[in-house]
């Protein structure tokens, strides 16, 4: 069997450490061997996006494969590129999404636009571990830089909404792009929009990222000020590639990813009922607001391109993740932070806003925990925690999630870092910390004990 490089979301390590440019020229190599036909290729604004870049490239073209430059794009854009494009067999995202600078990771795209499966990442780990045979001297692939992709991505956005009512709802706004993938296609959306933009953290020469990338409460402080301070009608954040944003109400409160889910589930709905796809990590807010809204959720595994393919395979509406990765079938079949933008303009124009909206949803809370926990210790510390729960209501669908009548928990190792992740949840506060309080103890003494 091959080793396995693939996590969660493609190749991950530390520059020069795991993330060398002998593996990006190997793995290029291997993806030019496996798409077989043209590779377009961009990257987000990390320092070491050239160096990583480049060598996938020289890979890729050592096989006799042509690739396209797109340059700094989100994840989503370089994917409805490769997806409207015939003649692309596929494409490569350098970026570590939310991963602090030191890191990249590469990332493939099957020709329809969707991550790649599960099976494709299989074929190209085995490629990897070949020697494998190059092009003769007078067949290898080149290199054409292209213009103008991330403006295709946005004004496909603008075609998938109701832009019209938009531009004249004279609406303002403060996005924070992290310095990342999005600097300048987001706000270009904006404005196409007619939207009034106040841009923070949108200079790819700064510094990336311009604050801590992952869009958490903790590391948008300037955002939830800013948005509150100008006035806004919405504050905006991005992941460092832009498959994922999030949302700051008028008075700078932060609204979490399952809240945005449920919300533009809920608006969606109204207009056409069907299903909604999410991962068992899910708030039980998004199922409570589904089903009022006269759909149905179907869950998942966590991770975005299990959502994706179940999307596709049932026909969903609409489907998305806790942490702001939202999937909108009538743009692809991916994540889309500059859809879920667009979509969210969209909401508050028609139906008010993001503040009265979310007062009106049902409240549950969640506590997340991040526990340090070696990769080869994951499997025991979850059979330790099955053995302690024994004769509760378990669902395996990814990790373990045990029901309570009051909440549930889930217990699962993470596929991107060496954690263990604990998520739980009530509609008392209380009993959702003291839960999450118990099972990270579980962990903790089980690794212990281990160590010991
Ligand atoms: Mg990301």
């Not at 291997?30 to 043209?38: K, L, S």
């Not at 190209?124 to 092009?135: D, F, G, L, P, V």
């Not at 609406?171 to 904006?190: H, R």
């Amino acid at each position: 069997m091959s080793e396995r490089l693939f996590g969660t979301n493609g190749v991950r390590g530390v520059v020069n450490e795991d993330m060398t440019s002998e593996l990006a020229l190997q793995m290029g190599k291997a993806i030019g061997t496996v798409m077989g036909g043209t590779v377009a290729v961009a990257t987000d604004t990390r320092a070491s996006a050239d160096m990583i870049k480049t060598a996938v490239s020289a890979g890729i073209m050592s096989t006799g494969i042509n690739v396209l430059d797109l340059g700094v794009l989100p994840t989503p854009a370089l994917q409805y590129y490769v997806k409207t494009h015939d003649n692309i067999k596929g494409g490569v995202m350098i970026t570590a999404s939310h991963n602090p600078p030191q890191f990249n990771g590469i990332k493939c795209v099957s020709s329809d636009g969707t991550e790649t499966s599960r099976k494709e990442e299989e074929k190209i780990e085995e490629q990897y571990q070949k020697n494998i045979r190059c092009a003769p001297w007078n067949m290898i692939g080149d290199m054409s830089r292209i213009k103008g992709a991330g403006e295709e991505y946005v004004d496909a956005i603008i075609s998938n909404v109701d832009a019209e009512a938009i531009r004249k709802a004279d609406l303002k706004v403060c996005i924070d792009c992290a310095n990342g993938a999005a600097y300048e296609t987001s706000p270009l959306l904006l404005k196409k929009l007619n939207v009034r933009t106040i841009t923070i953290n949108c200079n790819p020469q700064g510094e990336f990222p311009g604050r801590p990338s992952e869009p958490t409460e903790e590391n948008l402080k300037d955002l939830l000020s800013l948005t509150r301070s100008t006035r806004s009608d919405l504050g905006i954040a991005h992941d460092g590639d832009a498959d994922r944003c999030v949302f700051i109400t008028n008075d700078g409160k932060y609204v979490s990813g399952d809240k945005s889910l449920a919300l533009l589930s809920k608006y969606i709905l109204s207009k056409k009922k069907g299903l909604i796809v999410t991962p068992v990590s899910s708030s039980s807010l998004v199922k409570e607001t589904v089903e009022d809204s006269g759909g149905t959720v179907e869950y998942t595994a966590v991770g975005s391109p299990i959502v994706a393919r179940k999307m596709i395979e049932t026909g969903a509406v609409f489907g998305g993740e806790e942490n702001g990765g939202l999937i909108f079938p009538e743009q692809q079949y991916c994540r889309d932070g500059g859809m879920t933008i667009a979509k969210m303009l969209e909401c508050i124009t028609k139906e008010g806003p993001l503040k009265s909206q979310i007062s009106k949803l049902p409240v549950y809370y969640t506590v997340k925990k991040k526990i340090d926990c070696p990769d080869d210790m994951k499997k025991y510390v979850l059979e330790y925690i099955a053995s302690e729960s024994q004769g509760a209501k378990i669902d395996n669908t990814d990790g373990l999630k045990i029901t309570f009548d009051d909440g549930w928990i889930l217990a699962r190792p993470s596929g991107t870092e060496p954690a263990f992740r604990i998520f739980s949840e009530s509609k008392d506060e209380e009993t959702a910390k003291q839960r999450a309080g118990k099972y990270e103890g579980l962990v903790i003494e089980h690794l212990n004990q281990w160590f010991k």
